[in-house]
């Protein structure tokens, strides 16, 4: 059962460091000062131990005052600072209300670890959406009609446009729009097949093949929406998403998971109070096992971006797995490496997809908004690259910003130039994580075995 503690959670706890704890800190100054990257003892010191002396990693840790509440461990590396901006957003990322409907809406990914990722990219929401339903039929029913209202949503909303909602998979191999997708994918609804009501695609014979929204329930797929969003006052373009865990409740009090599985306290951030009994009650409905099966989701995302590779999704990953596996010393290690300068071009690929959509002329963003989110670019670039480098790219992004004047995404230099940046920045970013990951003997460790 969860238990709560109120207050603001910091790293306030006083147990003492055993000796072998302390060796490994002692390894992890060493090797940051090595590795050219700053770290802060006495701060990397109170986070593990605030982490380790936490007791029940079941516990939630309950801010009143910034009416927030999260698993302790995740309350440690929130920053309440961008709370404002944050909650800015909920009513266009949130679901619609419905009568038989519960919610609970969290902000999660970097958005969620503002203390660590100094320089997060995308606005990631994640919520827990429970139905109460006589059946499971209805319960689909009810998730249809709330998903299908909150989708459409955008096409009213200013500076706010739809990118796909994902719901439901694909039960056979077809091709839409030109590209093959096998069975199981997810189905991904844009606001035109949604207003349809049905997804037309093509069998691998050739015969003519209708999805119907009617006929979609979650399956074996997952439940996402994925927006674009201007901030005209901040001159900022972010993606936005809702990742949505979708349970029922039968009338004998039962609680299902429409998705397979109840998502288990990990990492994210609830932004309202009154939604902490839903939480709690929610997780006593956790598999035993969750804690061991998010930590293999973790293992097989870090084998998959090795292998693309991305070195910074791969920190990202094993800074999440670490915390839950217990290697603190590796994980107080990772956390430093977010806030040096180059993981700033970590933002740069998701600013550009953003200012790449914007710039659709159905989105309704304005011209002048895109060319203040490419100046955000550039300032990113400056602050994390110098000499040839950083000549190379800013050229490039100016000659991006000229395209986004003059053409827009007609021709062919905003595709070339954007797919130039974006490559660039990459291998910065990749170079950065890679050698300090694979500067440190623990994490190395790991990731060789991983990689395996």
Same mark, same amino acid.
């Given at each position: 059962?969860?238990?709560?503690?109120?207050?603001?959670?910091?790293? %306030?706890?006083?147990?003492?460091?055993?000796?072998?704890?302390?060796?490994?800190?002692?390894?992890?100054?060493?090797?940051?000062?090595?590795?050219?990257?700053?770290?802060?003892?006495?701060?990397?010191?109170?986070?593990?131990?605030?982490?380790?002396?936490?007791?029940?990693?079941?516990?939630?840790?309950?801010?009143?005052?910034?009416?927030?509440?999260?698993?302790?461990?995740?309350?440690?590396?929130?920053?309440?600072?961008?709370?404002?901006?944050?909650?800015? !957003? /909920?009513?266009?990322? %949130?679901?619609?209300? *419905?009568?038989?409907?519960?919610?609970?809406?969290?902000?999660?990914?970097?958005?969620?670890?503002? %203390? /660590?990722?100094?320089?997060?990219?995308?606005?990631?929401?994640?919520?827990?959406? *429970?139905?109460?339903?006589?059946?499971?039929?209805?319960?689909?029913?009810? @998730?249809?009609?709330?998903?299908?209202?909150?989708?459409?949503?955008?096409?009213?909303?200013?500076?706010?446009?739809?990118?796909?909602?994902?719901?439901?998979?694909?039960?056979?191999?077809? %091709? /839409?729009?030109? #590209?093959?997708?096998?069975?199981?994918?997810?189905?991904?609804?844009?606001?035109?097949?949604?207003?349809?009501? #049905?997804?037309?695609?093509?069998?691998?014979?050739?015969?003519?093949?209708?999805?119907?929204?009617?006929?979609?329930?979650?399956?074996?797929?997952?439940?996402?929406?994925?927006?674009?969003?201007?901030?005209? #006052?901040r001159g900022r373009?972010?993606?936005?998403?809702?990742?949505?865990?979708?349970?029922?409740?039968?009338?004998?009090?039962?609680?299902?998971?429409?998705?397979?599985?109840?998502?288990? !306290?990990?990492?994210?951030?609830?932004?309202?109070?009154?939604?902490?009994?839903?939480?709690?009650?929610?997780?006593?409905?956790?598999?035993?096992?969750?804690?061991?099966?998010?930590?293999?989701?973790?293992?097989?995302? /870090?084998?998959?971006? @090795?292998?693309?590779?991305?070195f910074g999704k791969?920190?990202?990953?094993?800074?999440?797995?670490?915390?839950?596996?217990?290697?603190?010393?590796?994980?107080?290690?990772?956390?430093?490496?977010?806030?040096?300068?180059?993981?700033?071009?970590?933002?740069?690929?998701?600013?550009?997809?953003?200012?790449?959509?914007?710039?659709?002329?159905?989105?309704?963003?304005?011209?002048?908004?895109?060319?203040?989110? @490419?100046?955000?670019?550039?300032?990113?670039?400056?602050?994390?690259? #110098?000499?040839?480098?950083?000549?190379?790219?800013?050229?490039? !992004?100016?000659r991006l910003r000229?395209?986004?004047?003059?053409?827009?995404?007609?021709?062919?230099?905003?595709?070339?130039?954007?797919?130039?940046?974006?490559?660039?920045?990459?291998?910065?970013?990749?170079?950065?994580?890679?050698?300090?990951?694979?500067?440190?003997?623990?994490?190395?460790?790991?990731?060789?075995? !991983?990689?395996?």
């Amino acid at each position: 059962m969860v238990r709560t503690e109120q207050g603001r959670v910091g790293p %306030r706890y006083e147990v003492p460091v055993k000796d072998e704890e302390d060796a490994k800190l002692d390894e992890i100054v060493a090797t940051a000062g090595d590795m050219g990257v700053e770290i802060d003892a006495d701060e990397a010191r109170k986070w593990v131990l605030a982490v380790a002396a936490g007791g029940d990693t079941g516990t939630i840790a309950v801010d009143a005052s910034a009416g927030i509440f999260a698993d302790r461990v995740t309350m440690l590396d929130f920053d309440p600072d961008d709370l404002d901006h944050i909650r800015g !957003l /909920v009513p266009h990322g %949130r679901v619609e209300t *419905h009568p038989a409907v519960e919610s609970a809406i969290a902000i999660a990914g970097s958005s969620a670890q503002g %203390r /660590v990722q100094l320089f997060p990219g995308d606005v990631d929401f994640f919520e827990r959406v *429970h139905v109460r339903a006589k059946d499971e039929a209805e319960a689909h029913q009810v @998730l249809r009609d709330v998903l299908r209202e909150t989708a459409l949503r955008a096409l009213g909303e200013a500076d706010i446009m739809l990118l796909y909602l994902e719901v439901g998979v694909y039960r056979e191999t077809v %091709r /839409v729009d030109g #590209e093959m997708r096998d069975a199981g994918d997810n189905l991904s609804w844009t606001s035109e097949a949604l207003v349809a009501g #049905e997804i037309a695609a093509e069998s691998a014979d050739g015969r003519p093949v209708t999805v119907r929204w009617d006929d979609t329930t979650v399956g074996g797929g997952w439940v996402y929406l994925g927006w674009i969003a201007a901030d005209r #006052e901040r001159g900022r373009i972010a993606l936005m998403s809702n990742m949505v865990d979708a349970t029922w409740e039968d009338p004998t009090g039962a609680i299902h998971a429409l998705d397979g599985a109840v998502d288990p !306290l990990s990492q994210e951030v609830y932004l309202e109070l009154d939604a902490l009994p839903l939480v709690a009650k929610l997780d006593r409905a956790v598999a035993p096992d969750a804690r061991a099966t998010y930590a293999a989701a973790m293992r097989d995302q /870090v084998s998959r971006y @090795l292998t693309e590779p991305s070195f910074g999704k791969v920190a990202k990953r094993l800074y999440n797995l670490f915390r839950v596996t217990d290697e603190l010393e590796a994980a107080a290690y990772v956390r430093e490496l977010f806030d040096e300068s180059p993981a700033r071009l970590y933002q740069v690929s998701g600013l550009l997809d953003a200012a790449d959509a914007a710039l659709d002329e159905s989105s309704g963003i304005d011209r002048d908004t895109v060319l203040r989110q @490419l100046d955000v670019v550039a300032a990113a670039i400056k602050d994390a690259t #110098e000499g040839d480098e950083e000549d190379a790219l800013l050229a490039s !992004l100016a000659r991006l910003r000229e395209a986004a004047l003059q053409e827009g995404r007609e021709g062919t230099s905003w595709a070339d130039v954007l797919t130039e940046v974006r490559k660039g920045c990459a291998a910065e970013v990749n170079d950065f994580f890679r050698s300090r990951l694979l500067g440190h003997v623990t994490v190395r460790g790991y990731v060789e075995s !991983l990689g395996k």
